[in-house]
């Protein structure tokens, strides 16, 4: 490059080095206009404080006329600068940046040889004094401040410093005082320096601004390119995202599909991998079955299920149904049904297997309770049918034996002084005893039971009974009674209950645990209030006590202890009696329950659950004693033996006795008798009418008649329908003299019984 070319190049702030455009140039030179501009508002703020300043300093040194001439030229070259910024700043479409930079440099150029007229105005022509140099220094500040301001573009700082430093040189030039001279040397100077520092400030803003331009055209070009790159995968990532989205939609929809059928779908590999599941089978199984073997899912097993559908899918066979159990998250056992298919592919080769998944354990369990249900109702049904036969029977050997009982007691009034006829008389007198106790055991399984109830705690009847069991049973077993009378007394431990039948109760359990136990052994009776415990579902505990018979005999298994409470069943080779029968009627008939729980080779425990004594039962006895009498007793009886037997016996205690065969005679003498009736026997069972609708009828008739129900049923159901109703008392058949004598006695003497 020439020395002409270079000059040029360096006062056209042109750069070979920059490949630019003219077009590149000219922005490059606008952007300079543009930064001339946002300075304007500092330049004119510095331009007022400063010349305030000179003024407030050369009010007293200066003449009024040439200040104030000074100030309005400044003030003047303020307000052009003003509007010229204005001006631009407000520009139009057509207006050129470059024509409206003339008019800034105009208003700079103003301001500038305003400032140099401070060196006129404002010093005086006097010698050297500290208020010029003050003006001078003021007038270099603000050249070196326009440095900041005004040195972009050059030209700008040129028209703001020239005016006002060769103002100072020309005004100090003339002067032959060398201090003069010095000042106008030095401003010769800071003018040079300032001017190649201005310029080079000018010419790197230029550099700098002309490379963002070209920069920025580059990063502009690359970034349209990458735009279009861009916009090619948007395009690209856009038609992805919606077929991922249709993908999704499909899952959904299938999701959607199978999760609504209620059942479990899953894609087996042939590795037995769940390639595929719904959400009802991992609702199953949990989140995370996919990936994992099927078995390990299922069963928590580390080989594949006994029946497994998959593997015979795999083996060649078709379609698959079957049922397995398998446990849930939980570990719970659940049953499934499962229908396995096999996934082929286009050369009919077995991929893979479809599963679909039914939970069926709720079936399963209806299915067992069903099943249970069905053999507790037969259980139920046998076991009343048989109670109802048991107590039909008894009530027919009741009505048989009263007559036997009744004609030995009256041969007994007769011949009792016959020793020999005695000897005959007394064994079928024991005789006919046991037959009324084996009725009554009879009687205690179809429900029946409650003869003479006494309130007596617990622990007593125990101690009281332990010395009849120990003589019935092999020495070599041993009973041991847990029992602290105290401690049961302070848990409540009474009971209300028939001192007879809980003895044939505990009699008959301890023989049956004796039986159970080979050679030595030990039986052990306990007792203990169940407050506090759930003994039994739906049993109110705080309203039981339990006695428990525990033995360590050989036991039972599932099956036989299903039927130990069935009549005649027994593990021995005979069977001769009720057995637990009878313990399981006369039980429920005192309102109470019973368990066994046992196990083949571990020994079998029976727990009695009997019902508290209330506060108010008061335990009550009576010794029957043959006691005469007289009054009027209407006899009710269709079984023409036990009526004429029971009129026996009446009469020799000294009543008098009218006969009734059925319910319509009974009340047709009540009716229709001139003298009244003091007491009447009344049976429930007659052939025309029931006892218990019989009794309202006769008490309409004969209100002050009293009533006993005589009965060879037990104190339950229709008899205990008849005492709610009113009458006095009752006694079962058969009866001893004695009984009746003391019963009639106690019901005409005191009315209805307490007890």
């Known amino acids: ?183 106008t040397g030095v401003t010769i100077l800071f003018l040079s320096f300032t001017t190649v520092i201005a310029f080079k400030i000018n010419r790197n803003r230029y550099r700098l601004q002309l490379m963002k331009d070209i920069f920025e055209e580059g990063v502009a070009e690359q970034t349209s390119r990458l735009k279009t790159v861009n916009q090619e995968l948007e395009n690209k990532i856009d038609a992805l995202q919606n077929a991922h989205l249709m993908l999704e939609q499909e899952r959904d929809r299938l999701e959607t599909i199978t999760g609504n059928i209620g059942a479990g779908l899953a894609v087996i590999s042939r590795d037995y991998k769940i390639l595929w599941a719904n959400r009802v089978l991992k609702d199953m199984f949990g989140d995370k079955i996919e990936g994992r073997k099927c078995f390990t899912n299922f069963q928590l097993s580390r080989e594949t299920c006994p029946e497994c559908g998959v593997a015979r899918i795999f083996d060649g066979e078709g379609k698959v149904i079957h049922e397995q159990p398998g446990l849930d998250t939980t570990g719970k056992k659940m049953w499934l049904q499962i229908i396995a298919t096999p996934i082929k592919d286009a050369h009919e080769n077995v991929t893979a297997a479809l599963e679909l998944v039914l939970p069926i354990t709720d079936k399963k369990e209806a299915e067992a309770l069903q099943e249970r249900m069905a053999r507790e109702l037969e259980q139920v049904r046998k076991i009343e049918a048989i109670a109802t036969l048991a107590g039909g029977i008894a009530h027919q050997f009741n009505n048989a034996l009263t007559a036997v009982v009744g004609n030995i ?44 109830p006494r309130t007596v705690c617990l622990v007593d009847f125990i101690n009281e009974t332990l010395p009849l069991l120990r003589h019935a049973i092999d020495q070599k077993i041993e009973i041991l009674a847990d029992l602290e009378k105290s401690e049961c007394q302070a848990q409540n431990c009474k009971v209300h209950i028939d001192l007879a039948q ?138 023409e033996l036990v009526r004429e037997i029971n009129q026996a016996l009446l009469e020799r205690l000294g009543y008098e006795v009218v006969t009734a065969v059925d319910g319509s005679q009974a009340l047709d003498l009540v009716k229709n008798s001139a003298q009244k009736y003091d007491l009447a026997l009344l049976d429930i069972k007659l052939p025309d009418i029931d006892g218990a609708a019989l009794f309202p009828m006769l008490r309409k008739q004969c209100p002050d008649m009293k009533v006993i129900v005589c009965s060879g049923y037990a104190l339950d159901g229709p008899t205990q329908a008849i005492l709610d109703a009113g009458a006095e008392d009752f006694i079962q058949k058969p009866f001893s003299m004695a009984d009746i004598a003391a019963k009639i006695e106690k019901v005409l003497r005191f009315g209805t019984d307490s007890s």
């Open 409 to 452: 007691e009256l041969l007994q009034l007769d011949y009792g002084h016959d020793e020999n006829l005695n000897s005959y008389l007394q064994p079928i007198l024991e005789s006919a005893a046991r037959m009324t106790e084996w009725t009554r055991q009879l009687l205690a399984y179809a429900e029946g039971g409650k003869y003479r």
């Open 1 to 183: 490059m020439d020395l002409k070319t270079k000059i040029r190049a360096l006062l056209t702030l042109d750069d070979p080095g920059l490949q630019a455009t003219s077009e590149q140039k000219q922005r490059a030179f606008t952007a300079l206009i543009d930064t001339l501009y946002r300075q304007a508002t500092v330049c004119i703020t510095a331009t007022v404080i400063n010349a305030s300043i000179l003024i407030y300093i050369s009010y007293d040194v200066v003449s009024s006329g040439p200040l104030f001439f000074w100030a309005a030229l400044m003030a003047g070259g303020v307000i052009f600068r003003i509007l010229a910024a204005l001006r631009y700043k407000n520009r139009r479409g057509h207006d050129s940046p470059l024509r409206l930079y003339r008019l800034m440099l105009a208003s700079i150029i103003f301001i500038g040889f305003a400032w140099g007229m401070a060196v006129v105005c404002l010093i005086p022509k006097a010698g050297p004094s500290d208020h010029a140099l003050f003006v001078v220094i003021v007038l270099c500040g603000m050249a070196a401040g326009a440095l900041g301001g005004l040195a972009v573009p050059l030209s700008a700082y040129l028209g703001f410093s020239l005016p006002t430093l060769l103002a100072v040189v020309i005004r100090f030039a003339f002067l032959n005082h060398p201090l003069h001279l010095a000042v």
């Open 502 to 639: 809980m003895q044939m109760v505990l009699s008959s359990i301890v023989a049956n645990a004796a039986e159970a136990i080979d050679g030595k052994g030990t039986i052990k009776i306990s007792c203990k209030d169940c407050l506090g415990e759930d003994p039994l579902p739906g049993m109110d505990q705080d309203r039981y006590v339990c006695l428990s018979v525990e033995d360590n005999g050989r036991g039972m298994d599932e099956a036989t202890r299903k039927r130990v409470f069935e009549p005649f069943f027994t593990t021995k080779f005979y069977g001769r009696g009720l057995g637990m029968a009878a313990v399981y009627g006369i039980v429920k008939h005192h309102g109470g329950y019973i368990t066994i729980e046992s196990e083949s080779g571990k020994g079998t425990t029976v727990n009695l659950f009997l019902p508290k004594a209330k506060d108010d039962e008061q335990q009550t006895g009576q010794v029957a004693q043959v006691l005469a009498g007289t009054g009027r007793i209407l006899l009710i009886e269709d079984e």
